[in-house]
Structure formats: structure tokens, C-alpha cells
């Protein structure tokens, strides 16, 4: 009797076990043949995305983040800032089956509002732009927080007491990292001043090499720029001056490029892609990453810069990452005026969208 039932428990155990694993077969099928299509992911670049400048950090940055996430990435490249051709590009990335779309120039977001609200099902992301629509989410990088780290060394460096800095156009995200620049500078040089020509351009060599030649003129003996391409660093180079690298470094440069303040990209568009495809994603929560991120950095220094300009960087990087961000306490702009007082900080939204005057020290040079 007992050798039956034992024959009986047995047979029982085997076939709770065959059914287990028709399940987990049926399951593993199921899943495999139902196995959802990669998610496109579609960008738009001013510029080509081999550029070596800022499109071509932008497309490797995307393309990294697609590749970690098993995306397939569809870029549309040399896409002015202009309403018929961003639409264009918008339209025909969705065609393609892009549920997410990066736009990674500033000037884009004003063209595609109409576009935006036409396809609800696909999620876009501004640079550095106002979205203010459901499936529109703004992102950047704290930049100003590694210029300001850079400004240090540069007014530091500097024997005239003069920086020039070339600039594409006077909107929010140059002028505050403009802001941070001088503030670093006259932090290690209290009478440092920055002279700013503006190109009216992201991308324009002769205009940009005119104004690294007005700038030295006028007496500045560090070079940095805003600018999608290093024309400015590359003129700085060949007058041999002091200068300030940006963006991404491709090129070998000589030990006068003290430093540059640099983009992580890649993380970047890895934190926001992963929020989407996580479901975490929310256009409520612009993305705007910093130092604490790893989001911005600073290139490896100079031998020409010292252990006390290096000190000081590390004590403010320190103090910015756990005390206090750098647009805070006390400020005046260069007219006079206090912008800020001793216990305060300018919050994120006049950082990024409004920030239209400059702090002390700060001369537009157009002569």
C-alpha cells in the first residue's frame, strides 16, 4: 500500500513538473514571437553630424544612448533654423516610425509648436528651448556651472587683465554661461574684465576669426568662445594665445589651452532615454544636468596653469556641487544694479529662459 502511494506522489511530482515547464515554455514562446519592434528615435542637427563640434557631440551622444537601449537611431542633418524645414525634417522622421525626437538646436523649438500638437503620440525634446506642450520636454546641461570652473583659470592666466569671448547671439544660454565666465574670472582676478563679440551666428568662420582679431586688439589675452566649431580656439592658437576650449575637444591643441569646459552628452541623453523608455518621463520635469550629474566637466589642465589656480577650482567646484549653486548671494550687474542679494539664489527659470543682462566686469565690444 505504501509503494502505491509513494508510486502515486512520484507520478504527481513528475507531472506538476511537465506542466511547469509547458508553461514556461508557452511563456518563453509567447514572449519571443510577441517581442515588441525597437523604439526610433529621431534627431535633428543644425549642422553634419561629423562636424567635429557641436552637432557631430550631439549625434554620437544620441547615438550612444541608443545603442545602450537597443534603439534605432534616424538623424536628418544640416536643418536650418527655419519653420519649413525643421517641419519638414519633424514630419518626415515620424513617417519613419520616430516616436521620440530629439531637436537639438535652440532656434527649433519656436518653428514646431503646430507640428508638436499634430502628433500627441510622439515625445520631443528641446535644447535648451520652451516646450509648454504636454509631449514637449526642454533639456540642457548645466554649462554655466563649468564655465564659471573655467573662468577661474582664465582670469588667473591672464596678463592684461582682459578676456575676449565670441558669442553667437544674446539669448539665455549665452548670456548666463557669459555671466558665469566673468563671475569665475573675478573671482581669482577681481579686476578682470570680459569683452564679448557677438557673431550673430552659431557657425560662422570669417566673422568668427574677425572677432578673436577685435579682441585681441583691444587687449585680451584669452580666447574662449560660444560657437558650434572651434574657429575662435583655432585663432587663438595661431596668435598664440591663452585660450579656453568648449563643448567637446577633438583636436590636439598646444599647452595654451589652459582648460575647457565640456559637455557629457552621452549621459545626458542616456538619463533622458532611459527615463521614456522606463516610463518615468514627464513634461513637468525638464532635464538640467550638471556637475554633480557629471553632466559638464572640465578638460584636464594645462601645465602652464598653476597648483594655486587648481586649488581654487576644487574648492569652488566643492561649494558649488554641495553649498551653494553659482548664481547666488550677492551680484551686480554691470550697470550698477543688484540682481541678487546676500542669502538668495536666481532660480532655474530666469537661469534658463530670461537672463537677459549681464553681471560686473562685462563689456559688449563692437567698436
Excluded at 502511494?5 to 507520478?11: G, L, P, V
Excluded at 602652464?304 to 566643492?318: F, H, M, N
Aim: net charge negative; glycine share 6%.
Amino acid at each position: 500500500m505504501r509503494n502505491k502511494e509513494r508510486i502515486i506522489h512520484i507520478a504527481l511530482r513528475i507531472a506538476t513538473l511537465l506542466v511547469l515547464a509547458v508553461i514556461i515554455m508557452m511563456i518563453y514562446f509567447f514572449r519571443t514571437e510577441s517581442k515588441e519592434e525597437p523604439v526610433k528615435v529621431g534627431a535633428v542637427l543644425l549642422g553634419s553630424a561629423d562636424d567635429k563640434g557641436w552637432n557631430e557631440s550631439h549625434y554620437k551622444g544620441i547615438k550612444y544612448a541608443c545603442e545602450e537601449h537597443e534603439c534605432i537611431l534616424i538623424h536628418k542633418e544640416s536643418i536650418p533654423e527655419k519653420e519649413a524645414p525643421v517641419k519638414r525634417a519633424v514630419r518626415d522622421l515620424v513617417e519613419q516610425g520616430c516616436s521620440v525626437i530629439f531637436l537639438t538646436s535652440y532656434g527649433y523649438s519656436g518653428y514646431t509648436k503646430d507640428i508638436v500638437d499634430e502628433y500627441p503620440d510622439v515625445a520631443f525634446y528641446y535644447l535648451a528651448g520652451k516646450s509648454n506642450r504636454r509631449n514637449g520636454t526642454a533639456y540642457f546641461a548645466r554649462m554655466y556651472q563649468a564655465r564659471y570652473l573655467a573662468g577661474i583659470v582664465a582670469g588667473a592666466s591672464t596678463e592684461s587683465g582682459i578676456l575676449g569671448y565670441v558669442a553667437s547671439m544674446p539669448i539665455s544660454e549665452t548670456v548666463r554661461s557669459i555671466n558665469a565666465y566673468a563671475m569665475g574670472a573675478r573671482k581669482s582676478n577681481p579686476n578682470a574684465k570680459v569683452y564679448v563679440v557677438y557673431t550673430e551666428s552659431w557657425e560662422d568662420k570669417d566673422r568668427e576669426i574677425a572677432a578673436v582679431e577685435k579682441l585681441a586688439a583691444a587687449g585680451a589675452d584669452v580666447m574662449t568662445y560660444h560657437e558650434d566649431k572651434p574657429y575662435a580656439l583655432e585663432k587663438a592658437e595661431e596668435m598664440g594665445l591663452y585660450s579656453i576650449g568648449y563643448d567637446v575637444i577633438y583636436d590636439e591643441y598646444s599647452e595654451k589651452m589652459l582648460t575647457a569646459a565640456l559637455f557629457n552628452w552621452d549621459l545626458v541623453y542616456d538619463d533622458i532615454l532611459n527615463d521614456h523608455l522606463s516610463g518615468r518621463a514627464s513634461s513637468n520635469n525638464d532635464y538640467w544636468l550638471g556637475l554633480s550629474d557629471g553632466a559638464v566637466s572640465l578638460y584636464p589642465y594645462s601645465n602652464l596653469v598653476s597648483d594655486k589656480t587648481r586649488k581654487l577650482v576644487e574648492q569652488e567646484e566643492e561649494r558649488i556641487q554641495t553649498w551653494r549653486d553659482v548664481f547666488s548671494g550677492i551680484i551686480y550687474d554691470n550697470k550698477g544694479n543688484i540682481r541678487c542679494n546676500r542669502m538668495e539664489r536666481i532660480g532655474d527659470e530666469e537661469l534658463f529662459n530670461e537672463m537677459d543682462w549681464y553681471v560686473e566686469g562685462i563689456e559688449i565690444y563692437d567698436e
